[in-house]
């Protein structure tokens, strides 16, 4: 399997539910990257990690909370989430954390909280 | 701060005619310029990248965007656009150097739409 990877790729929850979305990259990148893809808005950065060191943190609301347990693998765990937290969840990767280097994206978790 | 603003959320056009979609950006420093696709329930691809040298920045697809710094645009061509063209497009700018504030910044998005 190539590229990034991530799953679920739907999921439904409650706002009581706790539940985690994976990423997998197999490109041997160093960075990590999780987005937040509302619909009408631009992409939102939510984390950085460089070498399993968060290097990025923008203002996050602690419902939301990453690991990065090796350079391969990325998770954000979810609980107590808010319906305006329904989105895509991109997951991206890329060399290392510097400015010139491409981001590769996986294809996405769409996240419905009822 | 930063900012990108693509001017046109949605740009219909028929097959085989040009298109232009435009992306202005804001920035007290240099930066670096990416134009990126997301075709329907995929993630975002890269299309083509500024960093630095020749202005007009050929990419994948048939695209080609021009850096014009006094414009401070990087607007996305392609002469002749196919149904597969479909997508939503995304221009996105990081600053040089990255330790003054290194994340890709995202515009809103722009719907290319190819009619036959």
């Known amino acids: 399997e190539t590229g990034v990877t991530q799953t679920p790729r739907h999921l439904v929850m409650g706002m009581t539910n706790k539940k985690s979305l994976k990423c997998e990259q197999h490109l041997g990148h160093n960075a990590m990257y999780w987005y937040k893809q509302s619909a009408k808005k631009p992409l939102e950065l939510m984390f950085v990690y460089s070498l399993e060191e968060r290097v990025e943190n923008n203002s996050v609301p602690s419902r939301f909370s990453p690991e990065c347990p090796n350079s391969s693998h990325l998770f954000l765990h979810l609980h107590t989430l808010q319906p305006e937290d329904s989105a895509l969840y991109l997951c991206?990767?890329?060399?290392?954390?510097?400015?010139?280097?491409?981001?590769?994206f996986g294809p996405g978790t769409r996240l419905t909280v009822l | 701060a930063q900012s990108v603003t693509q001017l046109d959320s949605q740009v219909p056009v028929f097959e085989e005619a040009p298109v232009e979609l435009r992306c202005n950006y804001s920035s007290s420093v240099s930066v670096y310029l990416f134009w990126y696709v997301q075709y329907p329930n995929q993630g975002l691809q890269l299309l083509l990248k500024y960093l630095s040298g020749s202005t007009l920045v050929k990419g994948i697809n048939g695209f080609e965007a021009e850096f014009n710094k006094s414009q401070t645009s990087f607007h996305l061509r392609k002469p002749s656009v196919h149904i597969s063209d479909t997508a939503e497009y995304f221009c996105?700018?990081?600053?040089?150097?990255?330790?003054?504030?290194?994340?890709?910044?995202f515009g809103q998005g722009t719907e290319l739409s190819v009619k036959p």
């Open positions: 996105a700018v990081r600053v040089v150097p990255y330790n003054q504030g290194g994340k890709l910044i």
């Open positions: 991206a990767s890329s060399p290392d954390s510097t400015g010139t280097d491409t981001q590769y």
